[in-house]
């Protein structure tokens, strides 16, 4: 059964920061992985998808990379502002669309 | 841009009443989910559907079940609530059941029940 894990649970940064989310998983037999931010009450807002064959993804200050073999996909974000601050949650896609989700990293960026 | 949508931000019901969850999307969408947000527990998948009149269940369906009558909606159904599902809900859709599709997510059902 796949696990997937997000550690640390919690994160605090200076503005401006540069920083890195990690996520790791069990199994490597995966379609794909994606990325989501959680605002507090709300749902989910897809980031970046990842295709299994794909190394990295990038949308303006965010880049995701992933390497299946190892079973890890970080998701970098750069110079880090207060409006980042969410939740990040990491899945990843198996068989019939079906996603594993982490339990994600709650991020806060400090003026 | 897909559009996800649900039928209420937030319910309040009775144990033992009778509880229909909503979701609607708009892109044709031929894949739909339900999952349930717990704190320390994430996200976990209830029902989905692959085309209409189709269901399969997820890992927690238990006192759950579902309806897809029209592509566009996947209703979510508590047929006797009970305290032990309050909890946030999540619609969710996809393009097909092909590798790879990503997911996009309505804004989710505050569900208590008393």
């Given at each position: 059964?796949q696990e997937?894990?997000?550690?640390p649970?919690?994160?605090?940064?200076?503005?401006?920061?540069?920083?890195?989310?990690?996520c790791?998983?069990?199994?490597?037999?995966?379609?794909?992985?994606?990325?989501?931010?959680?605002?507090?009450?709300?749902?989910?807002?897809?980031?970046?998808l990842?295709?299994?064959s794909q190394r990295?993804?990038t949308s303006?200050?965010?880049?995701?990379?992933?390497?299946k073999s190892?079973?890890r996909?970080?998701?970098?974000?750069?110079?880090?502002q207060p409006?980042?601050?969410?939740?990040?949650?990491?899945?990843v896609?198996?068989?019939?669309?079906?996603l594993?989700?982490?339990?994600?990293i709650?991020?806060?960026v400090?003026? | 841009?897909?559009k996800?949508?649900?039928s209420s931000?937030?319910?309040v019901?009775?144990?033992g009443?009778?509880?229909?969850?909503?979701?609607?999307?708009d892109?044709?969408?031929?894949n739909?989910?339900?999952?349930?947000?717990d704190?320390g527990?994430?996200?976990?998948?209830?029902?989905?559907?692959?085309d209409?009149?189709?269901?399969?269940?997820?890992?927690?369906?238990?006192?759950?079940?579902v309806?897809?009558?029209k592509?566009?909606r996947?209703?979510?159904i508590?047929?006797?609530?009970?305290?032990?599902?309050?909890?946030?809900y999540?619609?969710?859709?996809?393009?097909d059941?092909?590798?790879?599709?990503?997911?996009?997510?309505?804004p989710?059902?505050?569900?208590?029940?008393?």
């Open positions: 059964k997937v894990t997000q550690i649970a919690a994160l605090s940064v200076p503005e401006g920061e540069n920083l890195v989310l990690n790791s998983f069990t199994d490597s037999a995966i379609y794909n992985l994606q990325w989501f931010r959680q605002d507090p009450g709300k749902g989910l807002t897809s980031l970046l990842i295709q299994s990295e993804q303006g200050r965010l880049n995701a990379s992933l390497d190892s079973g996909s970080t998701l970098y974000i750069a110079a880090s409006g980042d601050s969410a939740t990040y949650l990491c899945a896609g198996g068989a019939n669309s079906k594993t989700f982490g339990k994600g709650t991020l806060s400090r003026p | 841009d897909v996800v949508t649900q931000r937030y319910l019901k009775r144990t009443e009778k509880v229909f969850l909503e979701c609607v999307q892109m044709d969408h031929e739909m989910f339900w999952y349930r947000q704190p527990l994430g996200l976990r998948l209830i029902y989905f559907s692959y209409v009149k189709m269901k399969e269940k997820g890992d927690i369906p238990e006192g759950y079940s309806s897809r009558e592509k566009e996947f209703s979510l508590l047929e006797s609530a009970s305290t032990n599902q309050t909890s946030m999540l619609c969710a859709s996809s393009l059941a092909g590798a790879g599709n990503e997911q996009f997510f309505g989710g059902t505050r569900l208590t029940v008393l």
